[in-house]
């Protein structure tokens, strides 16, 4: 999953495929659709043909002349289609063909919308000129929501060309900077979509504050994360706060109280800074005196307390040994941002996909003396002499002496040669991590609380403008004002470390201030426990989180029976918010939406100790929210490897509550967190990959 609401993410559009020998097909919609965007009147069609795989469509290609906009229509066969479509969203402008990349099968969109009665469609969101803020020639409003809308609109003409009948129904989903999109698209359009799901999503104020917050926490708390992690999983002391001293405690209570889940901190080796590697470039732009300020001005934390950065803080001169391209950093087996963004495969694979200039591209450096070792986030190479001499790039880590590229300017990174001088300087990245306490919003927004004073005035010295809703503006269109017409679900995940999950609420607020009693007449917000940001149905570690996308699928499905027939949805999920924290009823039915609850116990608790070949039993209840659907697998994973290898035997009939029982004996000393995995379908389907909603329960096992 790209990161949240990223408007100057560089896209990489991915090439389409070919298809089967295209069968007979009606002919030619035509040229031209209602004009309703006059950048877009002029629509055409260079690809119309059979495809077999992912499962059988009519495949559509085309585009707008005159622009760079990109579409890609995936027609079923007339007896599996219902009259609608759904539309994916992508966070930012990306590639019209992504639904063909090789996937799971639960993540396969285009069998999903055909399985549901759907054609598919998605689009290059514009092309990729279309990223970045406003200015230059950048149009935010074609990436943010037209772009899309106009291929909405003439899918329909295509669509009544092959099947007649009427206007078919149309449904847009997309998430984090897509939910963004989503959002904005139907704010600011009328008519072209009759309902959305955006998910994952984040407020006017997430940007970049969502991710700065995170990354203090994560320098200050890097040694304590274990002991916080334990503190919080079954069996632990549920004080996560146990063993710290001052400055770590504020750190972890400041993170909290705007909304990170302590849960998730179970991923701080590997989360990195996300999003933030994109945006950083664009807040040093918007905001370039902050970073100087932040070390020379009294209530700047390096300015009031610059010992706190010692041992963190780098400012190393050296000079660039060698430029690393990206074919180069492929047979090396050195990670980059070229290497991570391939799906599939690992450093082979990503190396065969390399071609051309993507391959010639610089994406490091070999420095002539390696840096000090520090926890380094993130920085800039300062040039100091030769082409590139007063500009910096940005660096996403130091593996020794080579330098890692982020997000930066292929040609002033091509212009660096042997000899130049640089500095390696993580100055500004430092001071980013604590811009959050510097962006103090309106009431609305109770998680920046604790940095008002008593008479509400900001704590901390304030910038000149508060900049999140220029990124989201960007992104999204609009402001995210709650009004639009039609229907829409949301949803959020309350273990998602990106987008803090109260953020689901405060758009929801926004809707019923325009609402009022009406708003669940029109919308249902749907927390997900257990799951984190990204739409994959891959986790990395299962025993502890599950996918999603489940719930999208069904949410999708929901809202189509609630346009088209008039059925309202289940319910949305009963939550509350205490300091930044949404915290919801551990009973299915008093919690409500879509999930199912698995509550496991061992030897009658959430935690037990055994000795090596003793059994140990466990019990588990499973219980689906009125409405909701229907168990269908659970399966038990008591060595914790996230294999699952034991399936429970469910009672026939796929009921809606169950409980089970399970008996295992460990072989070897160690602590285990054995886990069960659940999942329900709507109607007890237990052969489709589609719309299986999961959750999972877990408890802790000493073995000595």
Request: hydrophobic share 40%; aromatic share 10%; net charge neutral.
């Amino acid at each position: 999953m790209k990161a949240l609401a990223t408007a100057a993410t560089l896209a990489l559009l991915m090439a389409g495929s070919t298809g089967a020998a295209p069968s007979p097909v009606p002919p030619a919609p035509p040229a031209s659709p209602p004009v309703e965007d006059a950048l877009f009147a002029q629509p055409y069609i260079d690809k119309d043909e059979w495809h077999d795989a992912p499962v059988r469509h009519r495949y559509v290609h085309g585009g707008f002349k005159g622009t760079q906009t990109r579409f890609s229509f995936y027609f079923p066969e007339p007896a599996q289609y219902q009259g609608r479509f759904f539309q994916h969203i992508t966070p930012v402008p990306d590639s019209e063909n992504n639904a063909q990349l090789p996937g799971t099968p639960e993540e396969d969109k285009i069998g999903f919308a055909i399985a549901s009665g759907a054609y598919f469609v998605e689009t290059n969101g514009g092309g990729r000129d279309q990223v970045g803020m406003p200015g230059k020639g950048v149009d935010p409003t074609i990436a943010a929501w037209r772009a899309n809308a106009a291929a909405a609109r003439y899918s329909r003409v295509v669509a009544q060309s092959i099947y007649g009948g009427k206007r078919p129904y149309g449904y847009a989903y997309g998430g984090s900077g897509g939910g963004f999109r989503t959002i904005g698209s139907i704010e600011n359009s009328d008519g072209v979509w009759d309902g959305v799901v955006p998910y994952v999503i984040g407020s006017t104020m997430a940007i970049p504050n969502m991710f700065t917050v995170r990354m203090h926490a994560m320098r200050l708390l890097k040694d304590r994360f274990p002991q916080i992690v334990d503190a919080v999983e079954p069996g632990g002391s549920g004080n996560p706060y146990a063993g710290l001293n001052a400055k770590e405690a504020a750190a972890l209570r400041e993170v909290t109280r705007m909304g990170f889940p302590t849960p998730s901190w179970f991923g701080y080796r590997t989360m990195g800074v996300h999003g933030f590697a994109a945006l950083y470039q664009g807040l040093v732009m918007a905001d370039p005196t902050y970073f100087n300020d932040f070390w020379t001005k009294a209530g700047y934390l390096g300015f009031d307390d610059p010992h706190g950065f010692d041992g963190a803080r780098v400012q190393h001169k050296t000079a660039i040994a060698a430029p690393i391209s990206a074919a180069e950093a492929a047979r090396m087996g050195l990670s980059t941002s070229v290497v991570d963004g391939r799906k599939d495969g690992g450093v082979d694979n990503a190396f065969a996909a390399l071609q051309g200039n993507e391959a010639q591209r610089i994406v490091a450096y070999r420095l002539s003396s390696a840096p000090p070792r520090v926890d380094f986030l993130g920085g800039d190479l300062v040039v100091a002499s030769g082409a590139g001499m007063g500009k910096r790039l940005a660096l996403s880590r130091i593996e020794g002496d080579i330098a890692i590229l982020g997000v930066t300017d292929p040609a002033l990174a091509a212009s660096l040669k042997p000899g130049d001088a640089v500095q390696v300087d993580n100055s500004n990245f430092l001071a980013a991590q604590t811009y959050h306490r510097h962006q103090v919003p309106g009431r609305d927004f109770p998680v920046w609380d604790q940095f008002r004073k008593p008479d509400g005035r900001p704590i901390y010295p304030q910038r000149p403008m508060i900049i999140g809703p220029l990124f989201v503006q960007s992104t999204a269109g609009s402001q995210l004002t709650g009004r639009f017409k039609g229907k829409m679900i949301i949803v959020e995940n309350l273990w998602d470390r990106e987008a803090m999950p109260w953020q689901a609420d405060w758009y929801r607020q926004r809707i019923a201030s325009h609402l009022g009693a009406a708003t669940d007449d029109h919308v249902r917000l749907w927390y997900t426990d257990h799951a984190l940001h990204g739409d994959s149905s891959r986790q990395e570690d299962p025993t502890r989180t599950v996918s999603y996308l489940g719930m999208l699928q069904q949410a999708l499905r929901d809202l189509a029976a609630w346009v088209e027939e008039g059925v309202a949805p289940p319910a949305g999920t009963a939550y509350r918010i205490a300091d930044g924290q949404v915290l919801v009823p551990a009973d299915a039915a008093a919690r409500k939406g879509i999930q199912p609850v698995a509550t496991v116990t061992v030897r009658g608790g959430d935690m037990a100790t055994a000795r090596p070949g003793e059994p140990v039993a466990f019990s588990a209840t499973i219980a689906v929210p009125p409405g909701a659907g229907k168990i269908v697998s659970a399966e038990w994973d008591f060595e914790g490897d996230g294999r699952f290898p034991v399936s429970a035997r469910l009672p026939a009939g796929s009921p809606s509550s169950v409980r089970l029982t399970a008996r295992y004996a460990f072989t070897r000393p160690g602590v285990y967190f054995p886990a069960l995995r659940v999942a329900s379908e709507r109607h007890g389907d237990t052969a489709t990959p589609f719309a299986r909603v999961q959750n999972l329960g877990r408890v802790r096992v000493v073995v000595r």
